[in-house]
């Protein structure tokens, strides 16, 4: 139990909530957070412990292990939504920043690749893709999207007037699809890595 002022820090820090945030979601202080992660205060009722598990979205046993969580986790892609993460939301990585396709995105993906029989555009069987969650369009690029209640990759882009446009491996400009009211966005992939490539 030593680590726990640590973990607290470091669960609360991947989960994106500064102190304020998570002592609204546990029932505390701001100033018990710090005391919690600073050491001062070593014993956690089991309600409180429970509390912070929900808040990081983990369960209580990771919140009490010693042991940093298992993040690399490699996701099977199907056509089949939702996107793959989202039953483990913290399951991600963090790429340094010469590896992303967009810097102005976060370092945290999510590593998938296509289940057997699956055909995804821009995605050979035994290809694996990072992919930076988002909800929305950010800028020109591969994106894992939900179409018609079918996931899929691909390239994003504006239309002269706006719209944004979709286009499947190879296809032109002058081929691409106009996105409808169907259309989800799950991420934009920022590293690729092929079969046999070393």
Known sequence: MQAL????KQLRLEAGLN?????????????????WESGAIKQIGHERLVALANAFGCPLDE????RAPET?????LTATPPAPWEPHPRQHV???????????????????TPGVGEKIDFLEVGDLAAIAPLATFQRPGLYLIEH?????????QQGPTGELLMLRSGQSLG?????????????KVQARWRLGEA
Do not use: N, W
Not at 5 to 8: A, N, T, V
Not at 149 to 156: G, T
Not at 175 to 187: F, I, K, M, N, P
């Open 72 to 76: 690399a986790q490699i996701f099977t």
């Open 19 to 35: 102190k304020a945030a998570l002592a609204r979601l546990v029932g505390v202080s701001d100033v018990t957070i710090s005391y």
């Open 94 to 112: 963090s790429l340094p920043a010469s590896m992303l396709d967009d810097a102005h995105l976060s370092a945290e993906c999510y590593l998938v």
């Open 148 to 156: 018609q209640q079918r996931l899929m990759i691909r390239q994003l």
């Open 5 to 8: 002022g640590p973990r607290i």
């Open 63 to 66: 919140l009490l292990s010693e």
């Open 175 to 187: 081929e691409a699809a106009t996105a409808d009211a169907s259309l989800r966005l799950y991420g």
